[in-house]
């Protein structure tokens, strides 16, 4: 529960939060939970868990015990402290400053679009599987991608432009399809152990992974990249009725199904194959196919429940645009971007402006990352960018229990900093290791060149926005004080040095903004 001292922290330091008001209250604890399950489950990164082999379910267990438990503690102080439109990017922004704020924001926006981008591969390979062997050249030929890239884009755009009220049954049904899909597959072993068609099938058996650079990263991506997301839902506070608490309870009641889908889900494809084979941009459908195989209509039932997975791919990505229109709308409320980006359509009271300006990126970006690499690298290496970028927003969250001045309200027990900590040095090694490919690529080096190339460009493009921001705004709009006794606003401090001195706040903060 929020404290008092927090309560009047977050009422100073975010006035602009007031113009959430026009938006509309859509969303309840039914669809908050179902939007919980949508986007911490990613179907392909079942893909990276399969590449553990027999090891997998001691992985998941580390996996759950060193980041997922530490993100839903963090997670869920920060949502009853905070419960604000713009989740992670308020957090920060209030528990530091606005230079850090502004850099998370970036990261997350890009991280989100990026999501939007690979519409067209994840698409496209579905479809293929769901087609049939002679349908493969869906997924490989670049003008089947571009046409599906400008319809499928400009679809999200007209969703988002509708609002929550609209998109919550989007997301909705795709979280429910998520849960059978799953459900399915985590019964085809059962299934075919009775039909005599497999021989042995151990879900829960106990392996030590190797202790090898390969396995590391394999580790990695399964802690960060499976399980990160339950700040995203966060963003829509200010669109969530009675925020405070049914954000937080939506977390508990999601992370439990979460955790048995993943293990479940891991341990049937390894039923059906092997970590060398698995495909990384379709495990799931790949794994259906073979286990449907054995029946009189299984493939027919192979291909429905593949389409039906294809629906949670478009539904999520439905939410990831609408969670990126939000960020540059909340930024515009503080004055960090231009208004423009903030205006609001008359009947729906969505950000017009800044869904547009989403959806166009997306597409270009769907583009982009095409040229000059297989199928397969590609999606990997989309992947890789959006999570690093990601991961580098959640350094900052798991930060603000460890580092945030106590006035803020945001420095819990020491247990609570104790998982706060763990999940740091988890998203740590994640961000270090993204680098490191798990499937054969063309070139290693241009790999990491890559994505090291996307990483400092996009924290460097933010530093640029926000100092060429500063210089703009007009005298009246003063920039947060940074809290010079945490470390990480100290080294802010250091990257954008002030050209004037900044008003004390909160009182000079108010006056500005009343």
């Known amino acids: 529960m ?9 009422r100073a330091e975010a006035p602009s939060q007031a113009r959430g008001a026009e938006l509309r209250k859509d969303l309840g604890l039914t669809d908050l939970v179902l939007a919980q399950i949508l986007m911490v489950i990613v179907p392909e990164f079942f893909g990276a868990a399969v590449k553990a082999g027999s090891a997998q379910f001691a992985m998941w267990m580390l996996a759950i015990l060193l980041f997922f438990v530490p993100q839903v503690l963090v997670v869920n102080h920060l949502n009853r402290s905070m ?32 999501q939007v981008a690979q519409i067209a591969l994840v698409t496209t390979t579905y479809l293929a599987y769901a087609a049939g062997p002679k349908a493969a050249w869906i997924a490989s030929n670049r003008w089947v991608l571009f046409a599906a890239s400008v319809i499928l884009v400009a679809t999200l755009m007209f969703v988002a432009r509708l609002g929550l009220k609209v998109g919550k049954w989007v997301t909705n049904v ?71 608490r049914n954000l937080a309870r939506s977390v508990l009641v999601a992370a439990p199904i979460i955790a048995l889908l993943y293990i479940l889900g891991t341990s049937s494809i390894l039923a ?10 379709g495990p799931v459908p790949q794994a259906l196919s073979l286990g449907f195989h054995a029946f009189g209509a299984g493939e027919i039932i192979a291909r429905v429940v593949i389409l039906m997975l294809l629906a949670n791919y478009l539904s999520s990505y439905a939410f990831y645009i609408s969670g990126a229109a939000r960020l540059p709308m909340v930024a515009g409320w503080d004055h960090l971007l231009p208004d423009w980006f903030a205006r609001l359509h008359a009947r729906y009271k969505t950000p ?30 989309l992947q890789i960018w959006i999570f690093t970028c990601y991961a580098l927003a959640y350094l900052a969250m798991f930060a603000i229990p460890l580092f945030a001045a106590k006035r803020t309200g945001t ?25 490191f490919p798990i499937i054969p690529v063309v070139s290693q080096a241009a790999y990491a060149f890559k994505t090291l190339l996307i990483v400092i460009g996009v924290n460097g493009l933010a530093l640029v926005l926000y100092h060429f921001g500063r210089q703009k705004r007009p005298p009246h709009q003063p920039l947060t004080q940074p809290n010079h ?9 250091m990257v954008v040095a002030c050209s004037r001195r900044v008003p004390r706040w909160p009182a000079a903060r108010i006056a500005s903004r009343g």
């Open 411 to 435: 420095r819990p027990a020491w247990w609570l900093r104790v998982a706060a900590a763990s999940g740091f040095l988890v998203t740590l090694l994640f961000v270090l290791l993204s680098v």
């Open 2 to 10: 929020a404290t008092a001292t927090n309560l009047e922290f977050t």
């Open 485 to 493: 006794g945490c470390p990480v606003s100290r080294l802010a401090a």
């Open 174 to 244: 795709g979280s429910f399809i998520t849960l059978l899909t799953l459900s399915v597959l985590a019964l085809m072993p059962f299934l075919n152990r009775a039909s005599g068609t497999l021989s042995e099938y151990h879900p829960f058996r106990i392996a030590a992974p190797p202790l090898t650079l390969f396995s590391l990263s394999v580790f990695a991506k399964m802690t960060f990249g499976a399980l990160s997301g339950f700040d995203y839902v966060a963003i829509f506070a200010g669109e969530s009725r009675r925020p405070g």
């Open 272 to 281: 059906f194959v092997s970590p060398d084979a698995v495909d990384v941009i």
């Open 83 to 114: 419960p604000l439109e713009g989740g992670l990017y308020e957090w920060t922004r209030l528990a530091f400053n606005d230079l850090i704020g502004f850099v998370v924001a970036c990261n997350l926006w890009l991280t989100f679009v990026l």
């Open 352 to 381: 017009v402006n800044s869904i547009l300006f989403v959806g166009c990126f997306s597409f270009v970006a769907s583009l982009a990352v095409l040229i000059g690499v297989g199928h397969q690298e590609a999606f990997t290496l």
